[in-house]
């Protein structure tokens, strides 16, 4: 159990309010993750401080605007997974559904309906709920989070996602044979080339989040400071290998080949930072001019940033 001093240096106390305070830290650092991410430049084909790359419905200020009303619907997130705990995986993701429904109805009344953080709010969904569970769990509403605290939020997030996943490929496949499916992006490329995309990356609670990215920020963080280069260097490890439907939904299976190939050379060549970032700047011109956009790492980015701050692994 963490001390006072540990509860008050991140925001937190053991007041009536405490469980509302915690919950609006983690929120907060949750929709800093977003605008880190958003922020990180130069990312191929995604939106950053360069350019919109393979997008022309959306720009930096649109991310800034999104982050900031969903911020308020993450701390629910939390403050739903702290009332209801980890007993019932499926009760409390039906929980969290209700509120990400709410949630996504914000972020496209601040962005004008256009899509921008859809897949990172199911993301955090389950992840600040389940991280809400898991500090009850613990027994305390420390801000705080060691390795193993992530370890066991992931876990909580495997089974709500396995329960949401059968749940809704049930649904799919059942509106499909009525004929009254309208499919998401997501959705057609799991029926065309079995994809699971979000859904199955939850079900598995984030393999890539728990056995690439979150070790390679934690070595990191050990020998760098700098966390602009180190991000980038994360996410080049994350496109090599993650099974992007959004790579799939803009160019098909060809361009998710091509893509990964690439970015596993890249990942080998153990550049200097000013190669990588001369590398991505021309890799970003390449998929902009093929309109491809490979959103799915970008969100596993920010969940990236996200537990790297609770556990205390990095500034931004």
Request: net charge negative; charged share 25%; aromatic share 6%.
């Amino acid at each position: 159990m963490a001390s006072s001093d540990n509860l008050n240096a991140c925001g937190c106390d053991r007041g009536r309010d405490a469980h509302a305070d915690f919950a609006r830290e983690l929120a907060h650092m949750a929709a800093v993750s977003l605008v880190t991410e958003a922020r990180l430049t130069p990312k191929p084909g995604l939106v950053d401080q360069r350019n919109t790359g393979a997008h022309t419905d959306m720009d930096l200020s649109t991310f800034m605007a999104s982050a900031a009303a969903l911020e308020p619907l993450f701390a629910e997130y939390v403050q739903a997974g702290w009332n209801q705990g980890a007993g019932d995986a499926a009760e409390l993701a039906d929980a969290l559904r209700r509120i990400g429904i709410r949630a996504e109805g914000a972020m496209f009344a601040a962005t004008d309906g256009i899509n921008t953080h859809k897949g990172a709010n199911f993301m955090f969904a389950l992840v600040l709920g389940a991280a809400g569970a898991v500090l009850r769990e613990r027994g305390d509403s420390s801000c705080t989070f060691a390795a193993r605290d992530t370890t066991r939020t992931l876990e909580l997030v495997s089974a709500m996602g396995e329960s949401l996943l059968g749940r809704d490929v049930r649904a799919l496949l059942s509106s499909v044979r009525t004929g009254g499916a309208q499919l998401t992006h997501g959705e057609a490329v799991y029926l065309e080339q079995g994809l699971k995309g979000a859904r199955g990356e939850a079900a598995q609670g984030y393999p890539l989040l728990r056995e690439v990215l979150l070790p390679y920020l934690r070595e990191r963080s050990a020998v760098s400071a700098d966390a602009r280069d180190t991000l980038l260097r994360a996410l080049v490890k994350l496109m090599a290998q993650l099974e992007d439907t959004n790579v799939v939904h803009r160019g098909g299976m060809q361009a998710l080949v091509e893509h990964r190939a690439f970015c596993r050379d890249l990942d080998e060549r153990d550049l200097s930072h000013d190669e990588l970032i001369a590398t991505l700047i021309a890799y970003d011109d390449l998929l902009i001019a093929r309109n491809v956009s490979p959103g799915g790492a970008a969100d596993l980015i920010s969940l990236g940033v996200f537990f790297s701050q609770a556990e205390g692994l990095m500034k931004v």
